[in-house]
């Protein structure tokens, strides 16, 4: 076969962490999005998926949070089941969870048992609260996590916050703070041959995410005061503005250059009072809002687009994958029909390549288990312990 390929002529994974083997217990959200990620940078990803119905309301086959993976399913409500899985986190490098505090454990693969197994395992564990606090058991989901932390989307005095759908805590503050503490927890292990348990909490990395407005705060350059910051929409040269055919532009001209270059562009030069008097941000933005609903989208797009004045469009999903920059940089593209998000970030020598198409749930049980070494295949599969989705008498449903 090429080279590159296996011998089915699938893409096999290359990038920086091609070599590593990770466990992935399935769950929603973050836990996919950071198998998402390593397997993206070439590590062999194993996701581990219940018995019965699948946990995600999205057609495994279309998931973009489950490229790139191989997929067994196995009924961990049985001790033959946990006893697959301890053989397989044995010979891992890494294994990924996101139970509420204590489940893992009552199952049998909590962090002891498995680094009695493997005392090397980085042990990545993703709850919206964390491993401790009052609140630790408790169920909540990405809108609250954000909240407590004061990161939710703050708008103006009257008006209700934004959610930012899940990007800024389950993926944001979730799977992007445990990944980043797998990776470190990878390379200490590296060095001293003992893995670790990496405790990441939505609330830990969606308080992270806030730094530069504590920052701000304790500088007299913030405030609590919802929609009365310069990065929140209170300044009128740091916000979106509806265009004639009823979308919008987003202006981020922070700098003083910038700004100039914005009101010259616009015809606004010397036609709005000075942006440092704060009383006179109404009447900026009054200035502004008319120029930008006097035209289309389009029309301001292509004024701006060899531009310094920070103006872009607002884009939906589908119409991002058709911006010049973007289409450019294939920072779209196209796997097993879907369109999705190429993976990031990139690397000059050890680059991800080409992602594979998500398969359905367990299209890989037997050759996990026939790579592992484990013998009982059959008797595990007739059984009921594992399943896999090519047989019509044993299925992931069971």
């Known amino acids: 076969m090429a080279e590159g390929f296996d011998e089915e002529g699938n893409a096999r994974p290359t990038g920086p962490l091609t070599g590593i083997t990770v466990v992935e217990l399935a769950g929603i959200g973050p836990i996919p999005h950071a198998g998402m990620l390593l397997a993206d940078m070439g590590a062999d990803v194993i996701c581990v998926e219940r018995a019965g119905p699948p946990i995600s309301w999205v057609t495994p086959t279309k998931d973009v949070l489950r490229r790139n993976r191989r997929s067994i399913v196995v009924d961990l409500r049985t001790p033959e089941g946990v006893g697959v ?74 008006t ?90 987003a202006v981020g001209a922070l700098e003083p250059k910038f700004y100039a270059e914005l009101l010259q562009v616009l015809g606004l030069e010397g036609k709005v009072p000075d942006r440092a008097d704060v009383s006179a941000w109404p009447e900026i933005r009054t200035a502004l809002t008319e120029v930008f609903a006097g035209q289309t989208q389009s029309h301001w797009t292509e004024l701006f687009m060899d531009s310094d004045a920070c103006v872009a469009p607002v884009l939906s999903l589908t119409e991002a994958r058709e911006h010049p920059h973007l289409r450019e940089r294939e920072v779209f593209i196209e796997v097993g029909g879907v369109s999705q998000p190429a993976p990031a970030p990139r690397f000059s020598r050890t680059p ?31 059984d009921g312990i594992v399943f896999e989705t090519s047989t019509e008498t044993n299925s992931p449903e069971g």
């Not at 609140?135 to 809108?143: E, Q, S, T, V, Y």
């Not at 445990?178 to 990395?205: H, T």
């Open 85 to 158: 899985v301890e053989k397989l986190v044995a010979r891992a490098d890494v294994l990924l969870e996101g139970h509420r505090p204590g489940v893992a454990e009552r199952l049998g693969i909590g962090p002891e048992r498995c680094h009695e197994l493997n005392p090397a395992l980085v042990y990545g564990r993703m709850t919206g609260w964390g491993q401790t606090g009052p609140l630790a058991a408790r169920a909540g989901h990405d809108i609250g996590y954000v909240a407590v932390t004061g990161a939710l989307t703050p708008g103006p005095e009257g």
């Open 352 to 382: 991800s390549g080409t992602p594979r198409a998500p398969q359905d749930r367990g299209a890989h049980t037997r050759e996990i288990l026939e790579t592992f070494g484990i013998a009982e295949v059959d008797e595990l599969l007739r």
């Open 160 to 249: 209700r916050p934004f959610p930012p759908a899940n990007l800024l805590g389950d993926f944001g503050g979730g799977a992007t703070y445990l990944v980043m503490g797998v990776l470190a927890a990878l390379w200490e292990a590296g060095r001293s041959g003992r893995g670790q348990v990496v405790d990441a909490s939505i609330v830990d990395g969606a308080a992270s995410l806030t730094s530069i407005l504590h920052g701000l705060m304790a500088s007299d350059l913030w405030t609590d005061v919802r929609g009365a910051n310069r990065l929140d929409g209170a300044a009128p040269w740091y916000d979106t503005y509806a265009t004639s055919d009823g979308k919008f532009v």
